[in-house]
């Protein structure tokens, strides 16, 4: 059984920075690390991810400004988030699982998830 706990949210201002981690249990390697966020009354969509094989995708909207990082000595995965805008706010999801590109931003591709670290962004 994989545990998943993000650390690292809070508040902060239009333009600033936060760095988002998740303390894996199990071994990192074994699976592809996602990071997810859900705004209120919105859908959970994705955000990025890092592939077991070292490749990173982002969506379109974060492109450019986060930044996804994996440290397989400390078994975390990072969120480096910069020229944060108000629409990034939202409840920060790190999960873990087995993807294909064609599935890697449905939430059901993902089998463990964490509790969530709130991001918000306002002045």
């Known amino acids: 059984q994989v545990q998943l706990v993000e650390s690292g949210g809070g508040l902060v201002q239009p333009g600033g920075s936060l760095r988002l981690s998740c303390a894996v249990s199990?071994?990192?390697?074994?699976?592809?690390m996602a990071w997810f966020r859900q705004a209120p009354g919105k859908e959970r969509e994705f955000v990025a991810v890092?592939?077991?094989?070292?490749?990173?995708y982002y969506d379109d909207s974060v492109k450019g400004r986060f930044t996804i990082s994996r440290d397989r000595a400390k078994n975390t995965v990072d969120l480096q988030m910069n020229n944060l805008k108000a629409e990034d706010t939202g409840l920060y999801y790190c999960?873990?699982?087995?993807?294909?590109?064609?599935?890697?931003?449905?939430?059901?591709?993902?089998?463990?998830w964490g509790q969530g670290t709130q991001v918000t962004v306002s002045s």
């Open positions: 999960a873990a699982g087995s993807m294909i590109l064609s599935n890697m931003r449905r939430i059901e591709t993902y089998n463990y």
């Open positions: 199990g071994r990192i390697s074994d699976y592809d």
């Open positions: 890092f592939r077991r094989n070292n490749i990173k």
